[in-house]
């Protein structure tokens, strides 16, 4: 299992209203990566990890691990540097083919996920995560909220992408817990020798 000390990451918090937090949205669907238990189920990850009810699993169709298709959430398992990738409803024959348990699986069963079997012992590592359609507005507030780690030049492109009306609609922006200015972000030479950063995004709501 891999060690890090994620306490000496730059940690970058931006205060936002409710609906500025899709702003963020973009970077769910390149990946973010997440601490996570591994050695645990696919369908542990969603509950425990993501915090998602039964409900919400219901929308999730189509879950990608390692790049190939999973119908069994109970068996398919977490690795420390395991990619998960995770969609609702998705048009076409290809949604319809990449659904879990739908009726068109059978075509893909050469490259479903299946576990090849060895003991998982649980501990904690890192989880990439990918979030796609519906998915992003439904479980992307709590991911952010939580906090992602990001690799540094990921978040000064997309800091350096975002135009005046994005750095306005935020209340504050903190750095390691320090008020900084958003003009400050795109080049400050905090992040300078640092490899990756935990981004968090707090709502309205998430602060109340």
Aim: some cysteine; overall charge neutral.
């Amino acid at each position: 299992m891999r060690i890090e000390n994620i306490k000496s990451y730059p940690r970058i918090t931006f205060y936002v209203d409710g609906p500025l937090v899709s702003y963020f949205f973009l970077l769910l669907q390149q990946g973010v990566t997440v601490r996570s238990r591994t050695g645990i189920s696919v369908a542990s990850l969603l509950r425990e990890e993501i915090g998602a009810d039964p409900m919400m699993i219901e929308k999730i169709q189509s879950i990608i691990l390692e790049g190939k298709p999973v119908d069994d959430l109970e068996s398919a398992v977490i690795k420390d540097g395991s990619v998960l990738a995770l969609s609702a409803a998705m048009p076409g024959l290809v949604g319809a083919t990449l659904r879990r348990g739908g009726m068109y699986s059978s075509f893909r069963c050469a490259i479903t996920y299946h576990e090849t079997g060895g003991e998982h012992v649980q501990g904690e590592g890192r989880v990439q995560i990918k979030l796609f359609n519906l998915l992003m507005a439904e479980l992307g507030p709590g991911l952010l909220q939580k906090g992602v780690i990001l690799r540094s030049e990921d978040f000064i492109r997309f800091a350096a992408e975002q135009s005046t009306n994005f750095w306005k609609g935020f209340s504050r922006i903190t750095i390691d817990g320090e008020p900084l200015s958003p003009g400050e972000l795109p080049d400050s030479a905090w992040l300078s020798g640092k490899g990756e950063v935990i981004l968090t995004v707090l709502t309205d709501r998430a602060r109340a």
